[in-house]
């Protein structure tokens, strides 16, 4: 062997052995068991919305983000781990919280995801812990009025890696889709003129409409959208601690209690009461 070959060999071999362990490192972070570790650190990592009005939303203020998903995570932390349980944030968007939640940089996705049979491929769902339905929401005095009146002079604003384009195409199929990375996206697109409508669960609709006068839901829902917490598939005993937990919330008080706090009145003579258990 050339004194240049194994030169490069010296090199290359410890640079592989690098890359190697550094492969096998992140996959024993998204394979240990959580229900284990959080055990012997109490610290919960959830994925959340920064961008969800009333769900997850940043306060530029405080730079700490609030909303219905983070005080219901906080409980269950509270529930899990006691009042020495730990919850961290992270922000994730409808197309990175999969990948984040597999890549074992959070444990558990609470950021107003629809539970369906697809995701149920790739993620393990907790029971139901808000009941949710796609609406649309306009300027007030639009055309539309219901979902049926989207034609295809109309332009629908959705947001990427959701559940929302699917149901629109189904239900308004002449109308054309304009999608956008998040929901702060998609509204200012609205406001623009560059949609008619946007659309999304009536929960986060309603959270933009409560802060804007000029907008407001119309048609009621067209679909069915119930909210879960996501959980990587094999983390069974976690699952069920998360289960155990929202169980419990709904029976001492604590999840009405944050119900009510974010969803105080019947905002649109429909909101929904939550998850039932």
């Given at each position: 062997?050339?004194?240049?070959?194994?030169?490069?060999?010296?090199?290359?071999?410890?640079?592989l052995?690098?890359i190697?362990?550094s492969?096998?490192?992140?996959?024993?972070?998204?394979?240990?068991?959580?229900?284990?570790?959080?055990?012997?650190?109490?610290?919960?990592t959830?994925?959340?919305?920064?961008?969800?009005?009333?769900?997850?939303?940043?306060?530029?203020?405080?730079?700490?983000?609030?909303?219905?998903?983070?005080?219901?995570?906080?409980?269950?932390?509270?529930?899990?781990?006691?009042?020495?349980?730990?919850?961290?944030?992270?922000?994730?968007?409808?197309?990175?919280?999969?990948?984040?939640?597999?890549?074992?940089?959070?444990?558990?996705i609470?950021?107003?995801?629809?539970?369906?049979?697809?995701?149920?491929?790739?993620?393990?769902?907790?029971?139901i812990?808000?009941?949710?339905?796609?609406?649309?929401?306009?300027?007030?005095?639009?055309h539309?009025?219901?979902?049926?009146?989207?034609?295809?002079?109309?332009?629908?604003?959705?947001?990427?890696?959701?559940?929302?384009?699917?149901?629109?195409?189904?239900?308004?199929?002449?109308?054309?889709?304009?999608?956008l990375?998040?929901?702060?996206?998609?509204?200012?697109?609205?406001?623009?003129?560059?949609?008619?409508?946007?659309?999304?669960?009536?929960?986060?609709?309603?959270?933009?409409?409560?802060?804007?006068?000029?907008?407001?839901?119309?048609?009621?829902?067209?679909?069915?959208?119930?909210?879960?917490?996501?959980?990587?598939?094999?983390?069974?005993?976690?699952?069920?601690?998360?289960?155990?937990?929202?169980?419990?919330?709904?029976?001492?008080?604590?999840?009405?209690?944050?119900?009510?706090k974010?969803?105080?009145?019947?905002?649109?003579?429909?909101?929904?009461?939550?998850?039932?258990?």
């Amino acid at each position: 062997m050339s004194r240049i070959k194994k030169l490069v060999s010296f090199l290359f071999l410890p640079m592989l052995l690098v890359i190697v362990l550094s492969g096998c490192k992140g996959e024993s972070v998204a394979n240990k068991n959580i229900a284990k570790r959080i055990k012997e650190e109490p610290v919960i990592t959830w994925g959340v919305k920064y961008d969800t009005r009333l769900f997850g939303m940043m306060d530029i203020k405080t730079r700490k983000v609030e909303g219905f998903d983070i005080d219901i995570a906080k409980a269950i932390t509270k529930e899990i781990l006691g009042k020495d349980g730990k919850a961290e944030f992270v922000e994730v968007t409808s197309k990175t919280r999969i990948p984040l939640l597999k890549n074992g940089n959070i444990d558990a996705i609470i950021a107003t995801m629809t539970i369906t049979e697809d995701r149920k491929k790739e993620v393990d769902f907790s029971d139901i812990y808000f009941d949710a339905g796609q609406s649309l929401l306009v300027k007030k005095g639009s055309h539309i009025k219901d979902i049926k009146d989207l034609t295809s002079a109309d332009t629908v604003l959705a947001v990427k890696g959701s559940t929302s384009t699917i149901n629109i195409r189904k239900h308004a199929p002449n109308a054309k889709i304009l999608e956008l990375e998040n929901y702060a996206e998609a509204f200012t697109a609205l406001q623009s003129g560059q949609g008619q409508a946007m659309t999304t669960d009536n929960a986060i609709l309603l959270g933009m409409a409560s802060e804007n006068d000029h907008y407001e839901l119309t048609g009621g829902t067209f679909t069915n959208e119930p909210y879960g917490i996501a959980i990587n598939k094999g983390q069974d005993d976690f699952l069920k601690e998360v289960n155990t937990a929202l169980h419990k919330m709904h029976e001492n008080g604590t999840y009405n209690k944050i119900f009510e706090k974010w969803f105080p009145k019947d905002a649109d003579g429909r909101a929904k009461k939550g998850a039932q258990f």
